[in-house]
């Protein structure tokens, strides 16, 4: 069964930068670099919100507007791992960032909770002015 592993979260300062990564423990037999991949946010008392995605389809990456410019997500599939290169931090960005997954490739949009059948536990990342 396939398990994501959230690290890199800490508190900084506003215009700081973090590098969150996200391991898989195992890829049920699918190649990894097949996985559709998803990085969402819930700040406190706010719906969980879509951060980034990689779609194996046509290997497009989706940004939300609010990061665009700042964050980057990658993926090292020999390692089964992606990453979430965050830069540029403001308080705004203080939240429980999780890390998803759909093996499968299903016809969810990228940008939907909906998509992704797997979630890591979630890594805090803290913003202070």
């Known amino acids: 069964q396939v398990q994501l592993v959230e690290s890199g979260g800490g508190l900084v300062q506003a215009g700081d930068s973090l590098r969150l990564s996200c391991a898989a423990s195992?890829?049920?037999?699918?190649?990894?670099?097949?996985?559709?991949m998803g990085w969402f946010r819930q700040a406190p008392g706010k719906e969980r919100e879509f951060v980034a995605a990689?779609?194996?389809?046509?290997?497009?990456?989706y940004y939300a507007d609010s990061v665009k410019g700042r964050f980057t997500m990658s993926r090292e599939n020999a390692k089964n791992t992606v990453y979430l290169q965050m830069n540029s931090l403001n308080i705004e960005d203080t939240a429980v960032y999780y890390c998803?997954?759909?093996?499968?490739?299903?016809?969810?949009?990228?940008?939907?909770?909906?998509?992704?059948?797997?979630w890591g536990q979630g890594t805090q990342v803290a913003v202070s002015s």
């Open positions: 998803a997954a759909d093996p499968m490739g299903n016809a969810y949009l990228p940008t939907s909770r909906d998509k992704y059948p797997i």
């Open positions: 195992a890829t049920s037999g699918r190649p990894f670099s097949a996985f559709e």
């Open positions: 990689h779609t194996w389809r046509g290997g497009k990456t």
